[in-house]
């Protein structure tokens, strides 16, 4: 393999310790032809010669910016590595070098070296010394910083769901064994029933909680499908997932009415996920003076899918109208809730790239409106052509 | 074991109020219970108090619970003209089992002691022991 020739510059302000330095560069000989610049005049006549790649290690003298400038000016495409313990890595990028590593990684010279020149002059190192995935350019920093602040995002948003998520999860279960020790305590006084109810009702509300989680995670998780749907069958399918919630004159399949005239193209996880939590709020929010009536539509509008859930319940307050949608956010009224339903049906619907507003009157009901990009029609008779 | 003539209850939760009230009850630590379901209507108990009306000994707290919480209820508490809140100390009641919500609960000066939910006999005895 040809050896490309390294321009090392370790001192352009006679450092008395350019001698160490260069010591440290020896190990490399093998792999590269190393020339040493050590002063103004050196750096000159290199210069004029052509400088492919270039290690700058200096501490005094000429500014490393400088003498990068003065490099390209002569040779476009040099390589410039810096060794510097000081510098952070955008600023180096940002301002010159192509490559910023720390003293303790000048081992790794041969490693950074190959790889910069298989990017950038692909035809010198037919057969790279080590194989290995690129070292960082602007572009790549820029895209690595990106993440690196979604990650922080993530991180937070995962602590908070971690300490929301793990209060509500205990909740319930304290409140178990609090009647659990009410009725070993006093059983015999205690009429039994009326703790074992509340008991159930804990444990349905930690089994609401667990639902909303594995929701919350499966719509981060999975990939949209798209498929035929018709509303009807959704609706049925979840109204027999939400049974606990019947109760006297609450029956689901009088109470929850759709109109169902066409077949449209949706994700059928996602938009059950959505239609549950909504109808759920509905019948769990009921006015306690009237029997709940849920009715939920779907229709064509320009070019969008448009889904409606409207009820006749408690409304919403004007006060809490901007949060509702918040990550564990619960009102003063709609406290039974693990405050993550309608957070989770906002994160799914921006899954669908979708949009959701909610009207509301309090004591009157509420109506919330989905809009989803239309994907593609199917009238009834193709679907049943199927 | 030592009594005092009042307690009030803030707590969200109406199975965990009942299981309170029960416990406490049965401990004998007081023949006044009130309660309240908000950390805002906890504030308003105490604004509304008057000079003559009997001053809770002791407070109940929870941490989680709507419009405002345990912590926020001991910021506005502390804002309160001295002669409402000074006869009261806080106890805070709740299912967290978070560092950081018990050391900020230790180190307010209002709060006697954190409790980790559910509240039983023991625990209460355990508070003036």
Redesign the interface.
Known sequence: MQSVPIHVILSLADDRSSEQLKAAFIPLNGAFELKFILNEDQLESQIQTGIKVVVFASTGGISWQECSRRIRNHSENAIFILISDEEDLTTAITQGADLLINSSQAVDLPIFIASLLKKRIPAVVENPIVEITPVSTKAEIDELQLKNKELQKINFELDRFVYSASHDLRAPLTSVLGLLYLLREEAKEEEPQRLVDMMEESILKLDNTIRDIVAYSRNNRTEVQIEPLRLGLIIDDLVKGLKYLESGDVKLSTCVRYEDDFVFLSDRTRLTIILTNLISNSIRYRHPARTPDVVVKVYREDSCLVITVADNGLGINDQHMGKIFDMFYRTNDLSAGSGLGLYIVSETVKKLDGKIEVKSKVNEGSIFKIVLPLIREVNNNNASAE | MKSVAFVLLAE??S??L??HR??IQ?SGLCNRIESCT?GKEAILFFQNLKEDDLKPNLLFLD??M??MDGFEFLEEFDKLPPELRRNTRVVMLS????ETDLNRARNNPHVLAFI??????EKIQELFA
């Open positions: 969200d939760s199975i965990d009942f299981i029960k416990v049965q908000t941490i989680r709507p419009d299912s967290s089992i978070d980790p939910k559910p509240l039983t006999v």
